[in-house]
């Protein structure tokens, strides 16, 4: 009898270990879950035609994303990890109390852990105030926002193991002091957020509900002083109607609902792009009942916003796109309005990917020269042909928090100087890139002084050549 159950085991088990593969024939799994990349079936060969090395591992990645009830083997070890074990199944989903989700790239900043440092935090408000000030050149009105994390406005339900700070320093309040006295043009979301009595975030998805999307909104226009609708007097009903993107990623094959705002507000506008959705990546809209122009570079907390501002705006562009295009999309004229929205786990893509448009010019007066370390290097900015890239690293060593820095870039015997935007530190040093316009450098020998500047004084610390950088033709 022994024997016989244990061989029914075993064939249990082979029959269980069997129906993922087998079941790819009826039942595959063809939908992504969350925000997963399509896995396409792999080639045996290469598009040379030789044989693909890496054909097996592949081949293992598409089972891993197609087998058969992928969705509903997820969803039920999920439902057992969090409903036992309060724990996640997913690296993306921190599973807290009482239902509530969060989103795991927030951690670092809730645990006040690998924070940027002081230069790399001035070095997001320096690029920022450089938009700004282009922006503002061209006679349009500038604002910059951050939406806060989830668990920073509601961390008492994040989980117990959590709870105990790493440490009290946070990217967010290094921001705000940064901030201010800077002049830069921004909106504190924060501050406004935990004036609230009421939860304006979703518990199972990682964004603010809909009327938290409507304070924002109308927060930001009142930031601008634009005149509009606050659709305080449109009907309102909380429907439990909507999918979190949090359960959605831990809970693939359920159906889970939670409740949101639904606001009865007859759109005005139309798309001016073939959008499939508020995700997409850019969104232009027609408004002929409103007036005034809007460029909002913005993130999934964006997703919400956009019919608000999209009925405020006679016409609109949304875009996600980074870098942050403005040179190029400012080719048929500058939006009166231009608004970044950046989400709080987000900030450094300010430092990782600065905006695309020229660096301005200065004139500056070197006072002394310094011997330092440093690496120049150029290209034509792929991103967009009509800038040369000129990006410098620079030790450590050779830059005060408050460091400004500056390329001086002499190309057929003319000289100009421009103040550069700070990229990200790494273990070579700190990053920074100025962009000038490729056809009055590129394919030109170029000598190229790095300048630092700190409280008005300036220090020439490097000096070398750069070889002729091909044009895009």
Known sequence: ????????????????????????????????????????????????????????????????KHFAFRPQSIDADARVQSGLFKTSNLDTVTVGDNGWLYYSSTLDDYLGRNTLSTREINGIVHNLKLVQEYVESQGSKFLFTVAPNKNTLYPENMPYYLRKLASDEHNRDKLHEAITDSGLNYLDLFSLFKAQDEVLYLKQDSHWNNKGALMAYNAMLDALGKPHNDYSTADVKRVKDFNGDLAKMLYPASDVKEFNYTYDIAPTYSYATPTKSVEDANIKTENPAATGSLYMYRDSFGNALLPYFANAYGNAHFTKAKPINLALDNMKGLADTVIFEIVERNISWFLESPPVIASPQRVLNVGETKEGKAKVSGEVLKANTMYLSLNAVLDG??????????????????????????????????????????????????????IVGSEGSFTKVYHTSVDNIDPVI
């Open 397 to 450: 060593s050779l830059l005060f928090d408050d460091s400004v820095v500056y390329l001086r870039v002499n190309a057929d015997g003319k000289t100009a100087d421009f103040e550069a935007y700070t990229g990200l530190s790494g273990e070579e040093g700190d990053s920074f890139v100025v962009y000038i316009p490729a056809s009055d450098y590129a394919g030109k020998p170029l000598e190229v002084d790095v």
């Open 1 to 64: 009898m022994k024997k016989i159950l244990l061989l029914f085991f075993v064939a249990l088990c082979m029959v269980l270990c069997v129906i993922p593969s087998l079941g790819m024939t009826l039942f595959p799994t063809n939908e992504r879950i969350g925000n997963e990349p399509e896995t396409p079936l792999p080639s045996v060969k290469t598009e040379e035609g030789g044989f693909n090395s890496a054909f097996l591992p592949e081949l293992g990645t598409y089972f891993e």
